[in-house]
């Protein structure tokens, strides 16, 4: 641990240098109460993206204030759900699709499309929030996320699996995501945040994938020298079995992921014993109907604009033809929402209609050459829209996440970092836990331990890299490293290098045959997040309110 120290006294100076202004432009809660509505509404760092949730609050009756806030953590939740259902129902089988037409490898798929599809609520919200300025909710949501995987979904894992084998991607890949976590720690610090260094973090991942690639071929050479005596069976098809074999399991894996919607339906069901409901099981039943609810327009609206070609389910039973149709008529007037055009005009004629027009037009011509027992020629180009257009309804959910929890974060006087590490962090890494727990217990414990350090990396690198690119004004996006961050930070890179350690074979949880990850090493995990925990919150209440 004494490495954590020396990176503590590194970042330290920066924090001093850094934290003499306030990193939020909008100072809701340091006035007065009588004065918030008009601070809110005279300051446009305060306005939401869409809705002035925060300016609605503080505008509002005092005795209805707290109807608003119940309120907008029930939108927190829908919003969670959306943004869930959207990327596990329509974001991700576009990706698998398209990793499988342009013949990727399963690590190299795993580590790019598959790992922006299992990441997208963490990458769609974190580029979002920091388009809005809100760096600090970022890095909370970042190093929180990242802790809780590497932590409680690794350290259930080595439970589940009762140890694991250490191997050279999982070491490339705790030392590759060390190592991203410590330079961007140290970027942040020192304000250093800019297109140059967003490059950098790009192409580091690049190169991160590029030794996913070396090391798939190598396991691919290894498999065809095994099954040598297959006789005349070419090798590249060896190959390609050993490749469809593993994406299979890999789909298969993925519909087992547990979502906040499985989770709702659980836990509302009547007990098995008495066959009634308890209170909370009521209570949850009605939260069920609630989302279900606030999803069904959604679930119209994203059917009417997101065309599917994925192979796997295109039937005549399931109207496919029909309903890619349909989808093609609604893409276009997405796309115009996304930009904001339909409440523009070319000569006196509305965009929306042109839009309308233009949607109708592809989907006739789509319905009259699209077969209907099979995915038409064009489905690569089809494949390619339905994609585009998941991702617009990914980041439409994820921006008006982010909006909430900043007004809610702001109302109850909760610092950026903690919210991202708590709230956002939890709502998002639901489904990696449930997902690499069914791995460990279909024997792939290997592939699940490899994804607890590949995904968060994957998110920590794309995010502050496309993020910072894409920011629209970079002039206002100065970055300190704040306590709270620096907390994250260190307890992050003290289990990160533990885990190092301990599977190179040093320490004394390491004394079995070969190296190896023990399966007492998850409780010290869990311990060493626990105390993550703990320290956060009690920063939180009795920290210096300055630094919030």
């Known amino acids: 641990m004494s490495l954590v120290v020396i990176l503590a006294l590194l970042i330290q100076p920066a924090i001093a240098a850094n934290d003499t202004s306030t990193e939020e432009a909008c100072l809701y809660d340091r006035q007065p109460h009588h004065s918030r509505c008009d601070y809110v509404k005279g300051n446009s760092e305060c306005a939401g993206d869409t809705f002035d949730f925060l300016e609605y609050y503080a505008c509002a009756d005092p005795e209805l204030r707290p109807l608003y806030l119940i309120f907008y953590f029930f939108l927190l939740f829908s919003l969670f759900y959306l943004l869930g259902t959207t990327a596990d129902k329509y974001f991700c089988p576009q990706l698998e699709e398209l990793a499988d037409r342009l013949g990727l490898t399963p690590r190299v798929a795993g580590v790019t499309l598959l790992s922006l599809g299992n990441g997208a609520p963490d990458v769609f919200s974190g580029i979002a929030a920091i388009n809005e300025n809100q760096v600090g909710l970022v890095l909370g949501q970042l190093t929180g996320g990242g802790m809780f995987t590497v ?44 297109d140059y260094t967003a490059v950098i973090m790009l192409c580091y991942y690049v190169f991160f994938v590029a030794l996913a690639y070396w090391s798939d071929k190598r396991l691919l050479r290894k498999v065809n020298e095994e099954l040598g005596d297959m006789g005349d069976v070419p090798m590249l098809d060896r190959s ?82 029909l309903r890619a ?31 309308l027009l233009v949607g ?105 890299g496309f993020g910072v690119l894409l920011h629209s004004n970079k002039i206002a996006l100065h970055t300190s490293l704040s306590t709270q961050a620096l907390i994250s930070f260190t307890f992050l890179f003290g289990c990160l290098t533990c885990t190092l350690l301990v599977a190179f074979g040093f320490g004394k949880l390491s004394h079995s045959p070969g190296n190896r990850l023990p399966e007492k090493f998850a409780f010290f995990l869990w311990a060493l997040y626990l105390c993550y925990v703990v320290t956060m919150i009690l920063y939180e209440v009795v920290g210096d309110p300055e630094v919030k």
């Open 151 to 194: 932590s409680v979904v690794a350290g259930g894992v080595l439970f589940v699996s009762g140890g694991i084998r250490t191997r050279f991607p999982l070491l490339r890949d705790v030392f590759m995501y060390l190592c991203g976590m410590v330079s961007l720690s140290l970027l942040v610090a020192y304000d250093a945040l800019s």
């Open 360 to 464: 109708i037009g592809a989907a006739i011509i789509f319905a009259a050459i699209c077969p209907t027992d099979m995915p038409p020629r064009i489905a690569p180009l089809c494949i390619g829209i339905g994609f585009f257009t998941s991702a617009i309804w990914v980041n439409i959910f994820a921006n008006q996440l982010v909006d909430v929890l900043t007004a809610v974060g702001r109302i109850l006087s909760i610092s950026e970092v903690i919210m991202g590490a708590t709230v956002l962090a939890w709502g998002n890494c639901v489904g990696d836990l449930t997902s690499d727990i069914l791995l460990a217990r279909n024997k792939r414990e290997g592939m699940a331990i490899t994804a607890c350090f590949a995904g968060p990396m994957f998110n920590l690198l794309i995010v502050m």
């Open 240 to 321: 390609n079995s050993q490749i469809d074999m593993m994406n299979q399991e890999y789909r298969l894996t993925r519909k087992g992921r547990m979502s906040l919607g499985t989770v709702l339906e659980h836990f509302s069901k009547p007990s098995e014993t008495t066959g009634q409901r308890t209170a909370i099981s009521f209570v949850i039943l009605l939260l069920k109907n609630f989302v279900e609810w606030v999803e069904a327009p959604f679930t119209f609206a994203r059917d009417c604009s997101v065309i599917n070609c994925v192979k796997e389910s295109w039937s005549p039973e399931n109207h496919s033809r």
């Open 325 to 355: 149709s349909m989808a093609l008529c609604g893409t276009p007037l997405l796309f115009g929402y996304w930009q904001d055009l339909l409440k523009e005009d070319v000569n006196g004629f509305p965009i929306w209609a042109v839009l």
